[in-house]
């Protein structure tokens, strides 16, 4: 009877259908001569091609694009976004990378048509609006940083890393200080030394302690007159507030260094402690992850740095200025590092982190990053019992949990258990990072989940730590694929349906 057990259920069955519908690349659905709009006869002279463009200028052949209707296009999307885990649809714990809820508010205000149909070549007496709101998105970010100077311009929080150890760079050539050197601590995002190689430094790793925070000695003895920055993570990655901070700032200051503060975590502190207040010189801000900007499929995002009143004349240009009444685009900078994105940034993602701010006010935000904090610890608690947390038993927006114990005793794996809340309905955690916790887990649930929905991970996961390592190998079952190789996934996607779900586990 194995054609019965082979047979789809309904669920099995309408969920391949989608997939089928939505896998299928839209040139595989092409007619010749479908149409999706039919336009009336021309009612103008005919003319020749040829006389309208000279013959360098003409294609060959038409275009290689699909012939198909409105509804084939408008179903091959839809489904196609039905196949994906997002915010909107499904909880999504993602350490680091703060997936909180992205406001509908702000979608809808930025994209009214007075902002969505702006031009950035513009003159500049047209755009004044914009100009406002991203002068007053600066002057948030300084208040909200303690660092009063700002560029709006880094496309990514990464970006803004680059830019800033570009500033860096730039400060200490005019000082004529040759310092070579970036140190970044081993449970930094990889990000970190990889900024530092870009814009030219060594990157020397310095150790973490026992219990998590930054190893005071390995970091003496690192630390000489050729370093330039010392980058750290606060809250860091493990989730805990290195309570060191101020007397490493005082350390690399007297050495002749600056401080560049990772603000990914942010969402921990706002309001409540500023960066610019505990020794930090730099720092970017993730508005994607901080200020609930939509992460969609890897970007946009945005990365505004902010800096020291010293290290302002070195960002790039241009920054937004204002006498109080007209705003302007300020390029003549002599002292700057010059552009480091088209026009002023990714405008989308910053016009959504104004409108949050502004929603928010200065109590509101503080409220968000209390109850980031509440959330997090309240899981962490539930979490404890299923898998150990080593490090801290409070934590701060996240914390790392680890199942190191389990791989020992059934050989189930921190990978294991990702999948296997798929199968459950939650996106899995960030796993594998820090790179400090072995088999790691790290959880975020962000302010904007309620207590029903980390009860019911904690559930979750609890479940599936009682679940045979056979079938936890062997999971997720419920999506288009399994376990892709997924080097090969990211290196030579393979875009085309090829069977239902888990059929090939080679799929990719
Ligand atoms: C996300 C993240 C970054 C990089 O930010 P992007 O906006 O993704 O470029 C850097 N550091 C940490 C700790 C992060 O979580």
Redesign the pocket.
């Known amino acids: 009877m194995r054609w019965q057990t082979a047979l789809p259920t309904r669920n099995n069955l309408r969920q391949s259908m989608r997939n089928r519908l939505a896998t299928q690349p839209l040139f595989d659905l092409s007619k010749p001569g479908r149409r999706g709009t039919r336009l009336p006869k021309c009612d103008v002279p005919v003319q020749d091609l040829e006389q309208l463009l000279p013959a360098w200028a003409q294609a060959t052949e038409p275009p290689g694009l699909p012939e198909v209707t409105e509804p084939e296009v408008v179903r091959h999307f839809t489904n196609l976004s039905t196949l994906n885990m997002s915010v909107d649809t499904h909880f999504y714990p993602l350490g680091?990378?703060t997936m909180k809820y992205n406001p509908k508010r702000n979608e809808r205000l930025a994209g009214t048509p007075g902002i969505v149909n702006l031009h950035p070549y513009q003159p500049e007496d047209t755009i004044q609006g914009m100009l406002q709101l991203l002068y007053e998105l600066q002057e948030m970010l300084a208040e909200i940083s303690g660092l009063p100077a700002v560029s709006l311009q880094p496309a990514?929080?990464?970006?803004g890393?680059l830019t800033a150890l570009m500033v860096a760079g730039a400060h200490f050539r005019e000082s004529g200080e040759l310092r070579t050197k970036v140190l970044t601590p081993d449970s930094?995002?990889g990000?970190?030394p990889a900024s530092a190689r870009m814009a030219g430094f060594e990157s020397v790793m310095i150790k973490s302690s026992e219990s998590g925070f930054v190893d005071m000695d390995d970091l003496r003895s690192k630390l000489d007159e050729q370093v330039a920055v010392f980058m750290i993570?606060n809250p860091n990655?493990l989730g805990i507030f290195d309570h060191q901070v101020s007397e490493i700032s005082d350390l690399v200051h007297k050495s002749g260094g600056l401080i560049y503060l990772?603000g990914?975590?942010m969402n921990a502190i706002l309001g409540v402690t500023r960066p610019g207040d505990f020794g930090a010189d730099m720092m970017h801000f993730?508005p994607?992850?901080t200020f609930s900007g939509p992460h969609g499929g890897g970007g946009p995002?945005a990365?505004p740095i902010c800096v020291n009143e010293a290290l302002g004349a070195y960002l790039p240009v241009p920054v937004v200025a204002s006498d109080g009444e007209h705003y302007r685009l300020v390029y003549d900078r002599p002292r700057s590092i010059g552009q480091v994105r088209s026009f002023f940034g990714n405008v989308g993602v910053l016009v959504r982190a104004y409108c949050y701010i502004l929603s928010h006010g200065p109590d509101g935000l503080r409220r968000v990053s209390e109850n980031a904090v509440l959330n997090a610890n309240y899981l962490l608690s539930r979490v404890r019992h299923i898998l150990p947390v080593p490090h801290g038993s409070r934590c701060m927006h996240e914390f790392v949990a680890t199942a190191s114990d389990l791989k020992k005793k059934s050989g189930v794996t921190a990978m294991d258990l990702g999948k296997r809340l798929l199968d459950y309905g939650f996106h899995a955690p960030t796993v594998y990072f820090p790179l400090t916790v072995p088999e790691c887990l790290m959880i975020e649930p962000t302010e904007t989940e309620s207590k029903e929905t980390l009860d019911a991970f904690a559930e979750a996961l609890f479940r599936i730590t009682e679940e045979p390592a056979e079938l936890l190998h062997e999971t997720p079952h419920s999506t288009y694929t399994s376990r892709p190789d997924e080097v090969t996934a990211a290196r030579k996607p393979q875009l085309k349906w090829s069977g239902p779900s888990g059929t090939d586990k080679k799929d990719h």
Do not use: F, L, P, V
Not at 156 to 159: D, E, I, L, P, T
């Open positions: 680091s990378c990514a929080g990464a970006h890393e930094s995002h990000t970190n993570t990655t990772d990914a975590n993730n994607h992850k995002g990365g």
